[in-house]
């Protein structure tokens, strides 16, 4: 049974960086891909960024462009989400999922029902 763990989510000033991590277990990310999800308070969840176990592909949302990076550990078994320079529009509940092969990027971004296991979320919040 696969299971996803977020982690790493935390209060930050504007600016501020964190690290948030998503953790696999009952499988490795090698077959997977990997997309960071978040959802504020009264907004619809939009997809941030996924990464392609296959070949380290990445998709990001526009809006962090250039201040988020998203990686794997060595073993496959690890996501993070390298969040910098953040603004108070990032806070949100992010949350990890996975699915069977690579990212599917729609014209209204990252897909999400293409994902078949989804962790609990981790809470940002970005004060000004």
């Known amino acids: 049974d696969v299971q996803l763990q977020a982690s790493g989510g935390g209060l930050v000033q504007s600016g501020g960086s964190l690290r948030l991590s998503c953790a696999a277990s009952?499988?490795?990310?090698?077959?997977?891909?990997v997309g960071w999800f978040r959802q504020a308070p009264g907004k619809e969840r939009e997809g941030v960024s996924c990464?392609?176990?296959?070949?380290?592909?990445?998709y990001y949302l526009d809006s962090v462009k250039g201040r988020f990076a998203i990686s794997h550990d060595n073993a496959k078994t690890r996501v993070y989400l390298e969040m910098n320079n953040l603004k108070p529009e990032d806070t949100a509940v992010y949350y990890c999922?996975?699915?069977?092969?690579?990212?599917?990027?729609?014209?209204?971004?990252?897909?999400?029902?293409?994902?078949?296991?989804w962790g609990k979320g981790t809470q940002v919040t970005v004060s000004s």
């Open positions: 009952g499988v490795t990310f090698d077959d997977y891909a």
């Open positions: 999922a996975a699915g069977l092969g690579s990212c599917t990027v729609l014209r209204e971004g990252l897909y999400s029902d293409a994902m078949d296991y």
């Open positions: 990464i392609t176990g296959s070949d380290g592909s990445t």
